[in-house]
């Protein structure tokens, strides 16, 4: 049986590793690829690096020695690749296909795109011919609005008046090979996922889904296995502020009878 995979996410903004909450409230963590290694060491399956950059900058504002500065996100997705072995997804800022590609070269794995996909739904189509479907990760910010789940783009500005269920069922259509599914209500808030809205989109489809949003403690990555039919759990925060966390979080899951690999620390030859 396939395991379920544990998923850090990493939120870049303008350079700098962010917490966010809400899609609107942002606090620096620090250095964007540090972390990375971190994880890696901790064990986590793969790895999610969302850009949530507003604009074309990417300045750390050092260039002392062990702190490289960079101004591309592109440059900065060749660090982390270079830290890890682990499976990295990259998201966040991609329009074209040559966007894509770029990433790949540079050591992504996966991507994940959301706007453009909503904007022509023929491009998830072309991009998983093109690169293969299990390239391709669709991201699904959904947000409640009057009462309803509703998918939202540019970073969770514009309502798009679709619901999620519709909007996963078309994107398993156009050949997506995966789902990265977000709570906007949840994120940052520690409450734990909405279990609701990831078992409406996990028993719609047979694409694999990625629970997002909400993790405040260990117990709730086991909620949404136990209860839903996702595929694999990721959370941002949580992650940042305990030491040993993707260790420990795993731990939790395996000595609690989860379907998932069990907690090993990694050596990195680097």
């Known amino acids: 049986m396939k395991k379920n995979r544990l998923i850090p996410v990493l939120l870049l903004r303008n350079g700098w590793l962010v917490q966010s909450r809400g899609f609107k409230k942002y606090q620096n963590l620090g250095n964007p690829v540090f972390s990375v290694r971190r994880l890696s060491e901790w064990a986590s399956d793969e ?51 040559k966007d894509i590609e770029d990433r790949l070269k540079r050591g992504a794995d996966k991507i994940s795109i959301n706007t453009v996909a909503v904007q022509d ?81 996990a028993d719609a489809v047979s694409l694999p889904v990625i629970a997002c949003g909400g993790v405040g403690e260990w117990e709730h990555f086991g909620e949404a296995l136990a209860k839903t039919q996702v595929d694999a759990v990721a959370a941002a925060n949580i992650f940042q502020y305990t030491d040993q966390s993707v260790y420990l979080a795993k731990k939790y899951l395996y000595e609690n009878g989860f379907n998932v690999r069990p907690a090993d620390f990694m050596t990195i030859g680097i």
């Open 121 to 201: 739904p023929s491009f998830i189509h072309q991009a998983a011919r093109q690169f293969g479907s299990q390239c391709i990760v669709i991201s699904m910010d959904i947000k409640l609005v009057d009462g309803r789940y509703t998918v939202m783009t540019e970073g969770g500005i514009r309502n798009t008046g679709m619901g999620p269920v519709e909007w996963a069922r078309r994107v398993e259509l156009e050949g997506a090979g995966e789902i990265l599914l977000n709570s906007i209500d949840r994120d940052g808030m520690r409450n734990g996922y909405d279990i609701e809205l990831l078992a409406l989109v």
């Open 47 to 97: 790895l999610i690096y969302l850009d949530i950059s507003r604009e074309e900058s990417y300045d750390l504002r050092r260039d002392d020695l062990g702190h490289p500065n960079r101004q591309s996100f592109l440059d900065i997705i060749a660090d982390v690749a270079g830290q890890t072995f682990m499976p990295i997804t990259v998201g966040g800022r991609i329009r074209t296909a």
